[in-house]
């Protein structure tokens, strides 16, 4: 299985969240609401939702970095004029949240938080800054990879899919419950993006590649 | 059949979305001077009864004629858009509310805003069906609900608060868990 089930002990706050039941699975009608996705337009976006580098007076301080793949289905489709919604700590490991007690400095020239449409060709892109480690109350010494939470929409509301995105190389994956949580290594492996020397702009940003591929609909399968 | 990829795994919304996803106008599908206005409103609610305060709920439903909408305007709404779609994250207390319009029938699908939890402590988000109570009847030939076994259906039906107003808890786990689907 690709997903992680709901129960995973190690990461505590599951245990009293995980649903307990028997899961029910309907067959749906064609028509039914949930094979359907709302839709999203430019005009819905600001200007610089994409460019969290951007988004304040000066320039965030950290790693400035270019993130950007495509959006595809399960057949390799690319996925067009998708909502696509990214939100991340700064480059010291903070939160632009007031719930994160997490004494790193706040960056006030970063916010964290972007929107964007994919292409024709599924793709989106982000500029932003490379998010640090933090700290986290789970067990004692808890530390979370440098991660970038993604938000997507599919074709279907059944294909919407929350998740994160990792860095290449990172010390603290053998430690998060969270990236262990999904059962198969080669499973983890897909959500580590690739440092991708084509997508870096020289003397200015390096660049990651990340595709995302949404389930299949219960039409399709 | 062209080669089949694998799906990207899921991971947790995690307790920092709060700044980035909900949005003022989220909640209201339509706006309050809507004269079919109706508000859905409950709390999301853990194994030992405790609110969840940090949850993100979105809903998704045809229109009152039972349409599935296909018009913009989810995230920035102008009075006459109706998306169909809301977003809302749960206070501490671990409520949401929502502003929308009763979605019709839809040939055999009694009347349901298709709903999607998502949380800290939730790996994969969870997806169930709010149904109306007054619409009983259309409830027994309903294929989802069929499929549902005959006891735990009520965690499916909002409660009546008023003529406008329904109430709609969603319990995580525990005696009285929603009705989660694997779809
Ligand atoms: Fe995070």
Redesign the pocket.
Known sequence: MTHPPYLSPDYKSTVLRAPGQDLVMPRLGPDSIELASPVFGHQELGRLDDDLTRQHSGEPLGERIIVTGRLLDASGRPVRGALVELW??NAAGR?AHLGDQHPAPLDPNFTGAGRCLTGDDGRYRFVTIKPGA?PWRNHTNAW?PA?I?FSVFGTAFTQRLVT?MYFPGDPLFAYDPILRSIPEQKDRDRLVSRLDLDTTTPEWALGYQWDIVLGDTPMEA | MTDILEPTPSQTV?P?FGYALPYAEGPEVVPGWHPDAITVRGRVLDGAGDPVPDALIEIWQADAEGRTPSGLGGLRRESHDFSGFGRCGTDPAGRYWFRTVKPGANGQDAPHIAVLVFARGLLKPVRTRLYFPQDADAHANDPLLAAVPAGRRPTLVAEAEDARTYRFDIQLQGERETVFLDI
């Open positions: 991340q700590a939160y933090y979370r991660h939470h994160q | 995690g920092f």
